[in-house]
């Protein structure tokens, strides 16, 4: 199994700033994952971390807004880019081994956009 | 994509009752997995299962993959159960989960 920590566990932003939120997981992964949860809903796939090169990303997020770092096996970066209260969620990190293989999510990141 | 629905959306028990938890989706699959987010948020793995059954204490699981579900059983309820309850499916070797809606399980003392 992995144990997967972010920084930070909540946070209260000003509209207009960014946010980057850090992902560590305690063993190496092969995939690395990015959801984000508004209140009440289900789990939605901004992207899949590639270590070394430009994340892939889910239909309705850009790079952009959501740029996302992997340097190497056990961590990973996501930073929430020109926020408004719409960007107000959970986000959670995510990691597994190959396609055929348990996944386990960190505790989540709580933002609120003022 | 693939689509994946849960049922019911809301169960409420008490305590010591059993109850099932449904997961049909739209195509084969190659990946399935039940989760477990308590109050607090936090996500817990509880079967990766995308056929077959398994067992993990008073928590069991079934999947007919040529039949599109999965079954997730708990008996003998307690209130440290309560939370939402997620399937999350996968049809690719991308590793990328599609979750369903979820089940909001209450168990009341």
């Keep these: 199994s992995a144990v997967i920590s972010q920084k930070p566990s909540r946070d209260i932003c000003q509209r207009g700033t960014s946010l980057t939120i850090q992902c560590q997981v305690d063993s190496q992964v092969t995939m690395m994952f990015w959801y984000r949860q508004q209140p009440g809903q289900s789990l939605t796939l901004i992207a899949t971390a590639n270590q070394g090169s430009e994340a892939t990303y889910e239909s309705g997020f850009v790079i952009d807004k959501f740029p996302i770092s992997r340097p190497n096996l056990t961590f990973s970066t996501l930073t929430v880019s020109n926020m408004s209260p719409e960007d107000s969620s959970i986000y959670l990190c995510s990691g597994s081994g190959t396609g055929g293989s348990k996944q386990y999510f960190g505790p989540g990141t709580r933002l609120t956009v003022t | ?109």
């Design chain 2, 1 to 109: 994509g693939i689509q994946v629905e849960q049922s019911p959306p809301d169960l409420i028990l008490q305590e010591g009752a059993n109850s099932t938890l449904r997961c049909n989706f739209s195509d084969s699959v190659n990946n399935l997995q039940w989760f477990h987010q308590n109050p607090w948020g936090q996500l817990i793995n509880l079967f990766y299962i995308p056929s077959g059954t398994k067992q993990n204490g008073r928590l069991s699981a079934t999947t007919v993959a040529t039949e599109r579900y999965s079954l997730l059983y708990i008996s003998s309820s307690q209130t440290t159960d309560s939370g939402v309850y997620f399937c999350a499916v996968s049809n690719t070797n991308a590793g990328k989960s599609t979750f369903g809606d979820g089940t909001t399980l209450t168990v009341k003392p």
